[in-house]
């Protein structure tokens, strides 16, 4: 049997967050450029993005691009600008009613791309299938620099007392503030890191490490890991007993 024929549909993660990771391998294994592993990562999303609207997921947030990146040869920072640029195509957010968001410090990117960016942003807005969100110049550590800055210009304006600070006003301050977090983290590549994605939203998630890499990542891949995921007790902090009880007054 299939794992896609295993999935039990009335529970399935409402959030899943991916580092969709080993482009470049997946290219070098192949005597292929860089870029040739990036062009064929960029399909995998897409499938991707199509596959877990249709299981009925409801927010997809994927790490195309973290601030470390920049680091990388301009070469390949510049043909990931491109092939984004080129990617960002509206008609596939509004064809399957997916409402497309972005996060990370995006000044950082080139004007064309942010001018079409902001495009498919204002012109998803009110889909309502499912929400892609790209994470792109982004870190973890930027966005709660950001955040405490944010939260420190509230109390010194007088709009906030330290007393009031709690972890909501830290997720109301996050640019991730529109979602529910991940129940389900998937990292292919074969890489057991986070490398600056989504640490504070992850603080319950589940996480699933996967070998194939991103271009290979396919239908039957994406419904293994949600299949593993099904098989978990997610106790957040209680006692296997008290999980059953709960589950039994449902
Ligand atoms: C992930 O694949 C995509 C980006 C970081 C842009 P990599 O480019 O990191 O591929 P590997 O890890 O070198 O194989
Ligand atoms: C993480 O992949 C970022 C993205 C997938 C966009 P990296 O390939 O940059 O991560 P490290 O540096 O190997 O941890
Ligand atoms: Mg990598």
Request: charge should be negative.
């Amino acid at each position: 049997m299939t794992y896609k024929e295993q999935l039990d549909m009335n529970r399935i993660p409402q959030h899943i967050a991916i580092i969709m990771d080993g482009n470049g391998r997946w290219a070098k294994a192949r005597g292929k450029r860089r870029g040739e592993g990036h062009i064929v990562g960029a399909q995998a999303l897409h499938d991707t993005m199509m596959n877990a609207s249709k299981l009925g997921v409801k927010y997809v947030t994927v790490y195309a691009f973290s601030t470390e990146n920049w680091t990388r040869p301009d070469e390949e920072v510049n043909g990931l600008m491109a092939l984004l640029f080129e990617k960002l195509d509206l008609s596939i957010f509004m064809d399957n009613d997916i409402r497309f968001c972005v996060i990370g410090d995006t000044d950082r990117l080139p004007e064309k791309v942010r001018e079409r960016m902001h495009y498919c942003i204002a012109q998803s807005a009110g889909n309502q299938r499912g929400t892609l969100t790209v994470a792109l110049s982004y870190s973890s550590k930027w966005e709660l620099t950001q955040s405490a800055k944010r939260i420190a210009a509230m109390v010194q304006e007088g709009t906030m007392s330290v007393d009031d600070i709690t972890d909501k006003t830290i997720d109301e301050t996050l640019c991730t503030s529109f979602m529910p977090d991940p129940d389900l983290l998937i990292r292919t590549g074969g890489e057991t890191r986070l490398s600056n994605y989504l640490l504070w939203q992850c603080a319950y998630t589940e996480l699933y490490f996967c070998d194939t890499y991103w271009p290979e990542f396919d239908e039957e891949a994406l419904c293994k890991a949600i299949y593993t995921y099904q098989q978990r007790e997610r106790r957040f902090g209680k006692t296997s007993e008290q999980v059953a009880e709960e589950n039994d007054n449902k």
